[in-house]
């Protein structure tokens, strides 16, 4: 559902955009979805936030586990939509007076302005066996250290700006998952949930697998937009696009 909804405004409205507040208001309380092994839990768990993202999040890479192709590097655009949806799914969940969720929106949009705001999550992760058979390859992190990004509209091209937010290394893949990103940037204050856990332990630096994670500002407004990530032997690239 979340795929087919139109890309933000240009810019941060005095207000949040009401039908997207609602979205995350419906998944927040929609029925969760069961595993087997969640049968046998005395509750059910809640629905997860990973599904306010819908097209605010591009995948722009992925790796193979050995068996199947895994999504492992997103562009996420901290659109007004998304905010919407965000503050919508936090506010049904946590049960806000009718202040918190405006008090909340005016912080985000007085911290981000005019400008875009994009995350980033870059992964170089060993190349496996496919099936068991073959050689295990160790991967350098230049692929998401040594990188430029850039803001394209048709001719337009503009250089981004970034800032990295983490880069960790593990010996495991599932340590560099769940990332609370906005728990590190300036204008992510408001979207911490109050029972969040606000620490998150970084790995001991050891192992193969790398991933790094960016905050990029980008000053155009235009409808239909790519960012990209530039690197030594790559070129990824995120397309957003508006229900026009």
Known sequence: MLATIALALVAFPQEPLADQVAVGRRIATAEPRLSLQDLFRPQPPRRSMDEIWGSDRQKVGSWSNGYLQV????????????????????????????????????????????????????????????YGVGDYERTSPEEIENVRFVYTSGAKTERMEAMRLAQWQSRERGDLEDFPW?????????????????????????????RAWYLVWAEGQDADFEVRILSKRKERVAKFRSSK
């Open 71 to 130: 999504s492992t590097e997103y562009v996420v655009w901290v659109s007004p939509a998304l905010v919407s949806r965000w503050l919508g799914f936090l506010g049904a969940r946590e049960h806000w007076d009718d202040e918190e969720l405006p008090l909340r929106w005016q912080t985000v949009r007085n911290a981000l302005g005019e400008r875009r705001a994009f995350v980033v999550q870059l992964s170089a992760f060993p190349k496996l066996p496919t």
């Open 182 to 210: 906005w728990q590190h940037v300036a204008f992510g204050t408001p979207l911490i949930g109050e029972f969040e856990t606000v620490q998150f332990g970084e790995p001991l630096p050891l192992g193969d697998y790398h």
